[in-house]
């Protein structure tokens, strides 16, 4: 049978996503911000601010209301990182969700209050649910292309993360499984940071070598943390990281990747994130993986660099240079 499919969320990649799992669905509820997005979306019936020119298929409804989620097999929520405990507090207050129904936290972030995972606010407001994770290099301008895509899909049982991979999975969105939700959740957050020493590098023309340089000893610096946070290593090696940080690190279609970039031409953060206009989960992300590290005695010198970028007023050209001239260590 086909599944009812709830996307909280109607920026780019929550549209994107709407699209997809579509094709797979009996129905899919798109949740806007507000009932003066979810207006416009209907009346354009396409998301002509984020993703113009691919008119919504028939049975993709723009919702305002929480209500809708009710009746959905699968949930996917796609709230920028900073709003998660508040948005969730207020959609916990109006709808309670059940043992048969599943929620996956598709955005790529860590809490900086608490150092926890979307998934873990997630469990708090919805104790009652099948929580996990999707995460991986999911571009939503490839995706609305219905070009081939590959993502992962982490929770914590076995058969809840079959049942999720069945109902999202079709020939062009092929959804892995893993059971390391941590892992996965993590993976997708440390990537943004690299992708912003990414864009700085490329901006500051240090090249492909540097490129290369920076996706391998970020990789480092992300399992070691994993491994802190008794996360698989093996989790890493998977689409969550090294296929993530490949994809982000390697093009300006990533915002983050943007960020770098406008960052190394001597623009504010504040400049950067106005000019890209979207969400940029990559400058909160960074405070929030560098408290983590710290708090866990873990050697991260890549996350530092950007942090102090971002936080502490130092120059790009300063800050990655200050790389450069460390002692090299073993591989």
Aim: aromatic share 6%; charged share 20%.
């Amino acid at each position: 049978m086909k599944p009812t499919i709830g996307i909280i969320g109607a920026g780019s990649w929550g549209t994107a996503l709407a699209f997809t799992v579509s094709k797979n669905a009996k129905q899919v509820y798109l949740l806007a911000r507000n009932a003066e997005q979810a207006s416009i979306l209907k009346q354009d019936n396409q998301n002509k601010k984020y993703l113009p020119g691919y008119s919504f298929p028939d049975h993709l409804s723009v919702e305002s209301s929480y209500e809708c989620l009710t009746q959905c097999d699968i949930i996917i929520s796609v709230v920028p990182t900073a709003h998660y405990r508040s948005i969730f507090q207020k959609i916990s207050s109006e709808v309670s969700l059940t043992s048969k129904q599943i929620i996956l936290n598709a955005s790529k972030g860590i809490e900086l209050a608490t150092g926890l995972g979307m998934s873990s606010i997630l469990k708090e407001y919805f104790p009652e649910a099948k929580v996990g994770v999707l995460s991986g290099p999911t571009y939503a301008e490839e995706v609305m292309d219905d070009l081939p895509t590959c993502c992962v899909i982490a929770m914590d049982c076995d058969n809840d993360v079959s049942q999720a991979q069945l109902y999202l999975s079709h020939q062009r969105l092929r959804c892995y499984r893993s059971l390391d939700l941590r892992g996965v959740e993590l993976a997708g957050t440390v990537k943004n940071t690299m992708a912003i020493a990414s864009g700085i590098s490329r901006g500051l023309g240090f090249g492909y070598n540097a490129t290369s340089a920076l996706i391998t000893r970020g990789l480092a610096e992300m399992i070691r943390l994993g491994a802190a946070l008794g996360c698989n290593p093996e989790t890493f090696m998977g689409l969550s990281g090294v296929g993530d940080l490949i994809s982000t690190c390697s093009t300006d279609m990533s915002r983050n990747f943007q960020v770098g970039l406008k960052l190394s031409e001597g623009k504010s953060v504040e400049q950067a994130i106005a000019e890209i206009g979207m969400v940029t989960e990559g400058v909160p992300n960074t405070e929030s993986i560098y408290e983590l590290a710290r708090k866990h005695g873990v050697r991260t010198p890549l996350i530092d660099a950007v942090y102090s970028i971002l936080f502490q007023d130092f120059s790009a050209i300063k800050a990655l240079q200050s790389l450069l001239e460390t002692e090299p260590g073993t591989e």
